[in-house]
Protein backbone atom coordinates (compact mmCIF):
# COMPACT_ATOMS: atom_id res chain seq x y z
CA UNK A 1 0.00 0.00 0.00
CA UNK A 2 1.23 3.28 -0.85
CA UNK A 3 0.85 6.45 1.27
CA UNK A 4 1.54 9.83 -0.65
CA UNK A 5 1.25 13.04 1.77
CA UNK A 6 1.13 15.31 -1.04
CA UNK A 7 -1.27 14.68 -4.25
CA UNK A 8 0.37 15.89 -7.47
CA UNK A 9 -2.68 18.42 -7.55
CA UNK A 10 -1.22 19.76 -4.32
CA UNK A 11 2.74 20.18 -5.32
CA UNK A 12 1.23 21.92 -8.36
CA UNK A 13 -1.28 24.44 -6.10
CA UNK A 14 1.50 25.02 -3.76
CA UNK A 15 4.14 25.57 -6.67
CA UNK A 16 6.32 23.15 -5.56
CA UNK A 17 8.70 20.98 -8.08
CA UNK A 18 8.92 17.40 -8.21
CA UNK A 19 12.07 16.88 -9.87
CA UNK A 20 14.03 15.99 -7.01
CA UNK A 21 17.90 15.73 -6.95
CA UNK A 22 19.41 12.75 -5.06
CA UNK A 23 21.59 13.96 -2.00
CA UNK A 24 24.71 12.85 -3.37
CA UNK A 25 23.69 15.62 -6.09
CA UNK A 26 23.18 18.13 -3.41
CA UNK A 27 26.67 17.68 -1.73
CA UNK A 28 27.95 18.78 -4.88
CA UNK A 29 27.12 22.19 -4.33
CA UNK A 30 29.53 24.53 -2.66
CA UNK A 31 27.28 26.98 -0.77
CA UNK A 32 29.10 29.69 1.42
CA UNK A 33 28.75 32.54 2.92
CA UNK A 34 30.70 35.48 1.37
CA UNK A 35 31.20 38.73 2.29
CA UNK A 36 31.00 41.91 -0.37
CA UNK A 37 33.80 43.72 -0.27
CA UNK A 38 33.52 45.98 -3.63
CA UNK A 39 30.49 46.81 -5.85
CA UNK A 40 29.55 48.37 -8.83
CA UNK A 41 27.33 48.79 -11.78
CA UNK A 42 28.39 47.14 -15.44
CA UNK A 43 28.09 49.51 -17.78
CA UNK A 44 25.39 50.11 -20.21
CA UNK A 45 23.03 47.51 -18.15
CA UNK A 46 20.00 48.45 -15.57
CA UNK A 47 20.41 45.25 -13.71
CA UNK A 48 23.86 44.10 -13.08
CA UNK A 49 26.33 44.49 -10.60
CA UNK A 50 29.42 43.37 -10.46
CA UNK A 51 30.81 42.10 -7.29
CA UNK A 52 34.00 41.02 -5.76
CA UNK A 53 33.59 38.90 -2.67
CA UNK A 54 35.76 37.43 -0.37
CA UNK A 55 35.00 33.64 0.10
CA UNK A 56 38.69 33.44 2.75
CA UNK A 57 40.32 32.30 -0.23
CA UNK A 58 44.49 33.05 -0.79
CA UNK A 59 46.26 33.56 -4.00
CA UNK A 60 49.86 31.70 -4.12
CA UNK A 61 51.57 34.35 -2.20
CA UNK A 62 48.96 34.12 0.86
CA UNK A 63 46.97 37.46 0.07
CA UNK A 64 43.57 37.76 0.19
CA UNK A 65 41.40 36.85 -3.31
CA UNK A 66 38.73 38.19 -4.01
CA UNK A 67 35.80 36.21 -6.22
CA UNK A 68 33.79 38.20 -8.67
CA UNK A 69 30.63 37.29 -8.78
CA UNK A 70 27.52 39.04 -11.58
CA UNK A 71 24.01 39.46 -9.77
CA UNK A 72 21.21 41.41 -11.73
CA UNK A 73 20.06 42.95 -8.30
CA UNK A 74 20.91 46.73 -9.33
CA UNK A 75 17.63 47.48 -9.72
CA UNK A 76 16.19 46.40 -5.87
CA UNK A 77 19.12 47.99 -4.11
CA UNK A 78 19.77 51.18 -6.38
CA UNK A 79 22.22 52.23 -2.89
CA UNK A 80 24.41 49.66 -4.13
CA UNK A 81 27.10 50.46 -2.09
CA UNK A 82 25.24 50.19 1.59
CA UNK A 83 26.12 46.50 0.72
CA UNK A 84 29.42 46.26 1.46
CA UNK A 85 30.58 44.05 4.09
CA UNK A 86 27.17 42.38 3.54
CA UNK A 87 27.34 39.06 4.35
CA UNK A 88 25.62 36.54 1.99
CA UNK A 89 24.77 32.88 0.69
CA UNK A 90 26.18 32.12 -2.47
CA UNK A 91 26.80 28.65 -4.61
CA UNK A 92 30.37 29.29 -5.70
CA UNK A 93 31.23 26.16 -7.76
CA UNK A 94 29.24 26.71 -10.67
CA UNK A 95 31.10 27.04 -14.14
CA UNK A 96 32.52 30.32 -14.93
CA UNK A 97 29.87 32.27 -16.98
CA UNK A 98 30.52 35.25 -19.07
CA UNK A 99 27.99 38.41 -18.36
CA UNK A 100 28.27 41.30 -21.01
CA UNK A 101 31.89 40.34 -20.97
CA UNK A 102 32.51 40.06 -17.11
CA UNK A 103 33.07 36.32 -15.97
CA UNK A 104 30.55 35.38 -13.34
CA UNK A 105 32.95 32.77 -10.60
CA UNK A 106 29.01 31.77 -8.35
CA UNK A 107 25.83 32.94 -8.39
CA UNK A 108 24.12 35.16 -5.12
CA UNK A 109 21.12 33.11 -3.58
CA UNK A 110 17.84 35.09 -2.49
CA UNK A 111 14.38 34.37 -1.81
CA UNK A 112 11.50 36.89 -2.66
CA UNK A 113 8.40 37.19 -5.16
CA UNK A 114 9.10 40.93 -5.91
CA UNK A 115 12.60 41.83 -4.76
CA UNK A 116 15.40 39.35 -3.74
CA UNK A 117 15.64 39.07 -0.03
CA UNK A 118 18.97 38.27 0.94
CA UNK A 119 19.98 35.06 3.15
CA UNK A 120 22.37 35.95 5.34
CA UNK A 121 23.73 34.24 9.05
CA UNK A 122 21.96 35.28 12.20
CA UNK A 123 25.28 36.29 13.56
CA UNK A 124 28.56 37.08 11.53
CA UNK A 125 30.56 34.21 10.66
CA UNK A 126 33.99 33.91 8.95
CA UNK A 127 33.75 34.52 5.25
CA UNK A 128 33.68 30.88 3.58
CA UNK A 129 31.75 29.56 6.19
CA UNK A 130 30.20 26.10 4.38
CA UNK A 131 26.01 25.36 4.71
CA UNK A 132 26.34 22.31 6.10
Known amino acids: MEVFLKTDRD ?15 FKKMDIRIGTIKEIEPIPETDKLLRCQIDFNEKKEDGT ?9 IHEYYPDFEKLIGKQVLYIINLEPRKIKGFESNGMLMAVGDDKPIFLIPETEVTSGSKVR
Not at 64 to 72: C, D, E, F, V
Open 11 to 25: LLLNGMNEQYITYDE
Open 64 to 72: NKLRQIISG
